[in-house]
């Protein structure tokens, strides 16, 4: 079964915590790291051999998902790439964005 692109959007009152969704990856079997991008960067289209979480700490980053289309992510936001999906990314606006990745 293959399982599909999907996001979830951030629904709290407060801002993400890192050290939290970190912890979260983690007890979900995910390998992870932090990763940054500035302002204009722009990953070409690629694909993946390992199942991806990206989740956002701040700044905003639009994806570009094969058989899906564009979705944008905002601080909180989390998204899960199945491994050979190919997609794209680009930051948004003028704030550096931050976020977690997670790999399986």
Known sequence: MIVPYRVERWNQNSAPNPAMLRHI?????YTVFQWGDSP?????MH??????????VSGSIEFNIERY????LEAGDRDFIPAGTYHSARV??????IYLVGEK
């Not at 990856?25 to 079997?29: H, P, Q, Y």
């Not at 289309?69 to 944008?72: L, M």
Request: overall charge negative; charged content about 25%.
């Open 25 to 29: 990856l983690v007890s979900e079997g």
């Open 40 to 44: 204009g960067s722009i990953h070409p």
């Open 47 to 56: 694909k993946n051999e390992k199942d991806e979480s990206h989740w956002v």
């Open 69 to 72: 289309g564009n979705v944008v």
């Open 92 to 97: 948004l606006g003028d704030e550096h964005v």
